[in-house]
Nanobody, 125 residues
Framework: QVQLVESGGGLVQAGGSLRLSCAASGLTFSNYAMGWFRQAPGKEREFVAAVSRWSGGNTYYAESVKGRFTISRDNAKNTVFLQMNSLKPEDTALYSC?????????????????WGQGTQVTVSS
């Protein structure tokens, strides 16, 4: 049974930083691309960032977070991270991690195989 468990969310002031973690179990972690998505109230789920499978040599970002967020993976710990700097109020959302058994990273949420429950990030102005 695949499980993805996020942590690290919270309340932070604009300009602050948070580091999200997603611990995976029940799958051969290194074989999966890993991604972060977010959903704000009243809005659709949107792509945030992704890292390719295996060594994670390729990373992908939404334009809105480029230069502020960094995704990384630690295959020894079956964990993917999202370092978020220079946070803005518009980054407020429920952040979920996802896993996809693919060599081609897609930004469309319904293409991803497994999902976590999410961790809330709230950025105050």
């Amino acid at each position: 049974q695949v499980q993805l468990v996020e942590s690290g969310g919270g309340l932070v002031q604009a300009g602050g930083s948070l580091r999200l973690s997603c611990a995976a179990s029940g799958l051969t972690f290194s074989n999966y691309a890993m991604g972060w998505f977010r959903q704000a109230p009243g809005k659709e789920r949107e792509f945030v960032a992704a890292v390719s499978r295996w060594s994670g040599g390729n990373t992908y970002y939404a334009e809105s977070v480029k230069g502020r967020f960094t995704i990384s993976r630690d295959n020894a710990k079956n964990t993917v991270f999202l370092q978020m700097n220079s946070l803005k109020p518009e980054d407020t959302a429920l952040y979920s991690c996802a896993a996809d058994y693919t060599a081609v990273v897609l930004t469309t949420p319904n293409k991803w195989n497994y999902w976590g429950q999410g961790t809330q990030v709230t950025v105050s102005s």
